[in-house]
């Protein structure tokens, strides 16, 4: 499974950003998909994740009714649309790739592919 992020940028606070994660792979459709965010000095934290069979998803609260996490099965993309962002959003986000989903959150350890990362920048 290959992963590639794209759709970062520089933006004002209170707007809006949509992040894709295209995927390729011959058995990618059996993997589930989560972003994860990293800033310098900080460990990479988990921003949302959606289940591929059914669009289950979840959210770390910082981001909650903030962001949405979406995929097209036909296109083998995934989508993470930010609204409302924050100077504290500005970080690299990677999407990645699960082969399992766990109730309640799966442990990023479990995510086994990884995009390269694309960089969001929140201007105050």
């Known amino acids: 499974v290959q992963l590639q992020a794209s759709g970062g940028g520089l933006v004002q606070a209170g707007g809006s950003l949509r992040l894709s994660c295209a995927a390729s792979g011959r058995t990618f459709s059996r993997y589930n998909m989560g972003w994860f965010r990293q800033t310098p000095g900080k460990e990479r934290e988990f921003v949302a994740a959606?289940?591929?069979?059914?669009?289950?998803?979840n959210y770390a609260d910082s981001v909650k009714g903030r962001f949405t996490i979406s995929r097209d099965r036909a296109k083998n993309m995934v989508y993470l649309q930010m609204n409302s962002l924050k100077p504290e959003d500005t970080a690299v986000f990677y999407c990645?790739?699960?082969?399992?989903?766990?109730?309640?959150?799966?442990?990023?350890?479990?995510?086994?592919?990884w995009g390269q990362g694309t960089q969001v920048t929140v201007s105050s």
């Open positions: 990645a790739a699960a082969a399992v989903w766990v109730v309640g959150g799966t442990p990023e350890s479990e995510y086994r592919y």
């Open positions: 959606i289940r591929w069979s059914d669009g289950r998803s």
